[in-house]
């Protein structure tokens, strides 16, 4: 059974902070990696994708990924009330099917 | 810039009556999924779907529920007999190929399915 763990929160942080969200999985296989936002009633929205170990950034957002610790992390810069959602985790493994965490709601107070 | 369309927004029904959500998906993409996002719980991988042909399924994908493309835009997800417990939200997506290294999907915006 693949499994992919997210802390559910709350994860507070004040405006202008940055959040933290982290990500583990259990399989070894994985190759592709995806951080989506959902806001309540709406469908995930593609945030990041990171398909190697390393840092990617895009704009305010930074993916990280540790194959070797089967870790994968978002951090949000200058975080803004409107990043307040849920931050999905999905992995992708040799079955190119996705498998997703529960999720870490954030909340971004003023 | 094209989106992947899911209607109706929302569905009531009753226990045991049969149900169909429909997408359409955006024109160049060739893979087509469903997922459900029962409250408060993760996103489940129901079906993915290529060249007419089901190429994956979850164990959540039992004989209740089947997809079909019936006229090469709409993708559809039919449900025979609904329980209780399939209550939930219902994602369409798509891909222009499989969900290998560097493909992402897109999701259209939901149907909100609820059996009473």
């Known amino acids: 059974q693949k499994e992919v763990e997210q802390n559910s929160g709350p994860l507070s942080v004040p405006e202008g902070a940055i959040a933290s969200l982290n990500c583990t999985y259990s399989?070894?296989?994985?190759?592709?990696f995806f951080w989506y936002r959902q806001y309540s009633g709406k469908s995930p929205e593609l945030i990041m994708s990171?398909?190697?170990?390393g840092d990617k950034e895009d704009g305010r957002f930074t993916a990280q990924l540790n194959k070797a610790s089967q870790y994968v992390s978002l951090l949000i810069r200058d975080s803004q009330p409107s990043d307040s959602a849920t931050y999905l985790c999905a992995v992708i493994g040799g079955s190119y099917i996705p498998t997703f965490g529960r999720g870490t709601s954030l909340i971004v107070h003023p | 810039e094209p989106e992947v369309t899911q209607t109706p927004s929302h569905q009531v029904t009753q226990m045991g009556q049969e149900v169909i959500l429909r997408c359409v998906p955006i024109s160049n993409h060739l893979y087509f999924y469903w997922y459900r996002q029962i409250l408060g719980q993760k996103v489940e991988f129901l079906v993915s779907?290529?060249?007419?042909?089901?190429?994956?399924k979850s164990e959540i994908f039992d004989d209740q529920f089947s997809v079909e493309r019936p006229d090469g835009s709409n993708f559809t997800l039919k449900i025979r007999s609904t329980k209780l417990e399939d209550s939930a939200m219902y994602f369409c997506?798509?891909?222009?190929?499989?969900?290998?290294?560097?493909?992402?999907?897109?999701f259209g915006p939901g149907t909100r399915l609820l059996v009473l």
């Open positions: 997506a798509g891909s222009r190929t499989r969900l290998a290294v560097e493909e992402t999907q897109y």
């Open positions: 779907f290529y060249n007419n042909e089901i190429s994956e």
């Open positions: 399989d070894r296989g994985s190759q592709s």
């Open positions: 990171i398909y190697s170990n």
